[in-house]
């Protein structure tokens, strides 16, 4: 995915940045739930002038196979593009 900033505001001749944003990103319910509920896992920066950090929250979200950051990392990739 690629960040759109056409229309955002500028001031002066400076585009002006992003401080904070949070994405929701949703599976399917896996088999142990009881409900058909969607899977939710957050994923969360804000920059209070230390630096930008991802926060990642989650009830549950389930991973399958035997290399979990494979499933992780197009997540957290797509996330790092919408907050640069």
């Not at 739930?33 to 926060?55: A, C, M, T, V, Y």
């Amino acid at each position: 995915m690629e960040i759109i900033t056409e229309g955002w505001p500028k001031s002066g001749e400076e585009q002006i940045l992003l401080e904070e944003i949070t994405c929701r990103y949703l599976q399917d319910a896996d088999c142990t739930e009881d409900q058909d509920e969607p899977q939710e896992i957050i994923l969360s920066s804000r920059d209070g002038g230390g630096g930008k950090f991802i926060n990642i929250s989650t009830k549950s979200w389930s991973i399958t196979g035997d290399n979990p950051e494979e499933e992780l990392l197009p997540l957290i990739n797509d996330f790092k593009k919408r907050m640069s």
